[in-house]
């Protein structure tokens, strides 16, 4: 065989002997791993194996990988053996585990080699040792818990809600081993090496002992777990046993009620048997029913018929039995019945009036144990004769005596005459009892022991698996009347989960933890000495360098502050003002000599005087926050001097000794406007828009959920069309407004307008009813030139001319005049409507408002902004007289003789 050395120099035939020790070792390694495992999930606080494999790949190379497969495949191979399943799959599962962590190994040997380089060899410095442990532990680790897992839940061994759990124990115990073991494996493998050889004594005897006794902590805490747990599940059953036994006294003291009712009042009415039982019922949700069951001889059922048809109302009563496709018919001759005569609620139970229990085997059986012993029976499990669906349930049978002795427990069988029966609905006796102990994942089952295994199962509260450590299980008996119950309780993995066993985990992983910090302490303490003149060297010179560089950066924000357009107050450490930029005289008109070297409260007289209110300013320290708090929001300062200025102003603390205090100043004047304009058109845009959608909103739902007529239909369409051209024209106005500010003019075709021919043309397009409102066109004949946009100017008179007759709604006159003074004309439209008053003046023009808020004028109160706008673009104003109950006159003038509008 020739020698055919890998990366590391090791021979082919050393690499065979080589690979079998990996194997085996790390197969130790594992199996040591999950001997330390907490079921559910075997999670282990730490996996050895993991470390190991990476030391190896580091030191031989790549070439011993199919060593890790090997080991991990026959690791995991033997894991799901042992568990009984000895298939085909556990193979596969084995496959894909050994593969996960052969992956898992060469990414670590990848990222440590690619990090630190050569460093891992030595484990000198700091970084690369935390680098390589980082990069080979928690990063690389990822990788087999996430194919593991995967190959589980594939598999079906690891359920969804199990996956995340058990992801993060692989993870945490593969990341631990990595941490722990990696230092110790390279110890040994690069013992003859100068930095390792002194590891040999300062790492590995401090390590093994910290290792014995966070094992020896850990078996402790775990076996202590253990034992809280069992004790834990115990006290469920004790408490569940108990409740389900004092409800089953309830019960038997109530039936025993009920039988000394039968032989007190045997000739009792139904009314008297349903009154005595309502409560009991009421009381007792699980007793499905009670009922009173006579012994009735043959000879005696023709009587026994007739007098419970007049009892019970039914003329057709008889005694039935189910035949053999369970149906219910009249019962057979035999030589006597155990017929249910009152039952109550009767609601549900009518089929069961009449029949005949004892024609039933299992009934049939607890009848003859009753009437043996005189005493209360039980019937084995039963599908209640009540019931439409599958539900488990008991008889509870106590034998009523003629003439019973008083104190003696049993009567003469001679003088059996009834029973008085309870039909128990088990489940829900024990979905009461276990109520009261509200635990989540514990599986409670019971059993009839007295009944063929086939059918001895009363209930099981979930059909979820139990886990797999069966040693948790408890169970014990329970005496029912004259059988016998078995009471089991099964902890589910998810109830294990969520128990409190983390402090074993805790104390295995935290104690790891601390071995492996301590461990990383060892190696960075004796690799240091020889790097610490090096290191103190570095930091001398980077020192240097961070001072040069503050400097220069002293020098830069120095120029910043001059050039910035915000402005920068710096206060000393004694309050003074110690600097103020250009900008701040520019904002406030403070000269710097008037603040600078003086202390705060000049400056906040300064400011105040400027202030708008004065009052509303409490000074500059009111921007600043607590010492050692985060900055506060910025604040808001109104200057009224040099000119009518908002200020956004933000105090800044800092760990200056110089200057620990900076006052930061930036003007939002325009953002203030913007942002007050906005609000204010938003809200009377979203009010306007409202209305008319409401309307349309309304009326459409009622004409798709309700049925009209023909006439109130065509009603609501017309209301709802008149409301959609209603919100048409309220989005035409305002796209009218958005166009001619967002244009600014750039659209405007100025020419030559005859002011006169225009107004007048616009007169002739009203539309309005010549008996209520008479139309004055007061123009002269000669034109009136103009330089103007006809269209936009056509749109202005208009909307005027709309307005005189909307607010003119008792008719009048509407007049249309040539008005012209210096170098101005303009057309002045009148009417003799509502007018305004002073106050309503100051609006007139704004957006959205209206001087008529009746609602019984239509109109979106943008008519006149648009009027406004338009006007100002054209170089022209609007002007408005009005007097409350006289009628209002507006007049567009606008420049005459000039060549063009100023555009904006």
């Not at 910090?517 to 240091?528: A, D, E, N, P, S």
């Not at 600078?596 to 600043?624: H, M, N, Y």
Request: one cysteine or more; a neutral charge.
């Amino acid at each position: 065989m020739s020698a055919i050395p890998d990366a590391k120099g090791v021979e082919l035939p050393r690499l065979i002997p080589l690979l079998g020790i990996t194997a085996f070792i790390y197969l130790l390694l594992g199996a040591l791993g999950l001997s330390f495992a907490i079921a559910p999930g075997y999670a282990s606080p730490i996996f050895p194996a993991a470390g190991f494999a990476v030391g190896m790949l580091l030191w031989a190379g790549n070439r011993v990988w199919p060593a890790i497969w090997l080991g991990s495949f026959l690791l995991n191979l033997g894991v799901v053996w042992l568990r009984g399943d000895l298939g085909w799959m556990p193979a596969l599962v084995a496959t894909g585990i050994a593969l996960g962590s052969t992956m898992q190994a060469l990414a670590a040997r990848l990222l440590v080699a690619r990090s630190v380089g050569s460093g891992w060899q030595s484990m000198e410095q700091a970084p690369d040792i935390v680098r390589a442990l980082l990069l080979a532990g928690p990063s690389a680790c990822v990788l087999s818990a996430s194919v593991g897992v995967t190959t589980l839940y594939l598999a079906g061994i690891v359920s969804g809600g199990e996956f995340l759990y058990s992801w993060w124990n692989w993870w945490s115990g593969d990341t631990l081993g990595v941490l722990v073991t990696l230092p110790l494996t390279l110890t040994f493998l690069l013992r003859a090496d100068s930095p390792w050889r002194a590891r040999l004594t300062t790492l590995l005897p401090p390590m093994l002992i910290a290792l014995m006794t966070v094992s020896a902590a850990f078996a402790a805490v775990s076996h202590w777990e253990r034992t809280q747990q069992a004790t834990a599940i115990r006290n469920h059953g004790e408490a569940l046993k108990q409740q389900l036994e004092q409800r089953f006294i309830a019960h038997q003291e109530a039936l025993s009620a009920l039988r000394r009712l039968i032989e007190v009042a045997p000739e009792m009415s139904y009314a008297q048997f349903e009154y005595f039982t309502r409560n009991t019922l009421k009381d007792n949700p699980d007793i499905f029913a009670l009922s009173i069951n006579p012994l009735v001889p043959l000879a005696q059922r023709a009587a026994y018929e007739r007098s419970m048809a007049l009892k019970t109302g039914h003329p057709r009563f008889e005694i039935t039995q189910r035949d053999s496709q369970g149906k219910l018919v009249r019962a057979a001759e035999r030589p006597e019945y155990v017929s249910v005569g009152f039952i109550s609620p009767l609601e549900g139970n009518r089929p069961a009036v009449g029949y005949d229990i004892n024609s039933e085997p299992i009934r049939h059986a607890a009848i003859q144990n009753a009437r043996r012993t005189g005493m209360p029976a039980v019937t084995a499990p039963i599908r209640l004769v009540q019931e439409n669906r599958q539900r488990a349930g008991v008889l509870v049978l106590h034998p009523a005596y003629r003439d019973r002795v008083p104190g003696v427990a049993a009567g003469n069988a001679q003088n059996l005459v009834a029973f008085a029966v309870g039909v128990i609905k088990v489940d829900q006796m024990i979905d009461i009892a276990a109520r009261k102990i509200a635990v989540t994942d514990l599986v409670f089952q019971v059993d009839d022991a007295d009944a063929p295994a086939d059918k001895a199962r009363f209930y099981r509260s979930s059909e979820a698996p139990a886990a797999r450590d069966r040693a948790y299980d408890w169970q014990s008996r329970l005496a029912i009347a004259d059988r016998t119950w078995t009471l089991r309780i099964m902890p589910t993995e998810g109830y294990l989960r969520q128990q409190p066993n983390w402090q074993a985990m805790l104390v295995g992983a935290g104690g790891l933890a601390l071995a492996a910090l301590l461990q990383v302490l060892i190696l960075v303490t004796t690799g240091r000495t020889s790097i610490v003149q090096r290191k103190v060297d570095e930091q001398t010179a980077e020192l240097k360098a961070r001072g040069d560089a503050l400097v220069e950066r002293n020098v830069q924000l120095n120029a910043l502050f001059s050039l910035s357009p915000d402005a920068f107050v710096a206060f000393a450490a004694d309050g003074k003002v110690q600097f103020v930029n250009p900008a701040f005289q520019a904002l406030t008109g403070i000269r710097p000599d008037e603040v600078v070297g003086k202390d705060e409260i000049t400056l906040d007289d300064e400011l105040r005087r400027r202030s708008e209110p004065a009052e509303a300013f409490a000074g500059v320290a009111a921007f600043f926050g607590e010492t050692g708090a985060p900055p506060r929001p910025p604040g808001t300062l109104v200057l009224k001097a040099p000119r009518h200025a908002v200020l956004s102003v933000v105090g800044v603390r800092n760990e200056s000794v110089s200057m620990p205090r900076i006052l930061y100043l930036h003007e939002i004047t325009r953002e203030a406007e913007i942002d007050r304009m906005k609000s204010e058109f938003l809200s009377h845009a979203a009010h306007e828009l409202r209305t008319p959608m409401t309307s349309i909103l309304g009326f459409a739902e009622l004409l798709l959920h309700r049925e009209v007529g023909a006439t109130k239909r065509q009603e609501l369409l017309e209301i709802i069309h008149r409301q959609t051209q209603w919100l048409v024209v309220i989005i035409n106005e305002l796209l009218d407004l958005s166009r001619i500010e967002a244009r600014r003019g750039s659209d405007l075709k100025i020419e030559p307008v005859d002011l006169c021919g225009l107004a007048a043309a616009a007169a002739r397009n009203l539309s309005l009813d010549g008996e209520r409102w008479r139309l004055v066109v007061d123009l002269p004949l000669r034109p009136v030139h103009i330089r103007a946009d006809q269209a936009k100017l056509h749109q202005a008179l208009t909307n005027v001319l709309g307005n005189a007759i909307k607010y003119s709604p008792d008719g009048g006159e509407i007049r249309v005049a040539l008005v012209e003074a210096t170098g101005r004309a303009g057309i002045a439209v009148s009417d003799q409507g509502i007018g305004m008053t002073p106050e309503q003046l100051t609006h007139a023009g704004e957006r959205f408002w209206r001087a008529d808020t009746s609602g019984q004028t239509p109109g979106t109160g943008l008519g006149l902004a648009i009027v406004k706008e338009i006007l100002k673009l054209l170089g022209g104003s609007l002007e408005i007289r009005s007097q409350p109950g006289a009628g209002t006159t507006v007049t567009l003038w606008l420049s005459a003789g000039q060549d063009s509008p100023e555009r904006g």
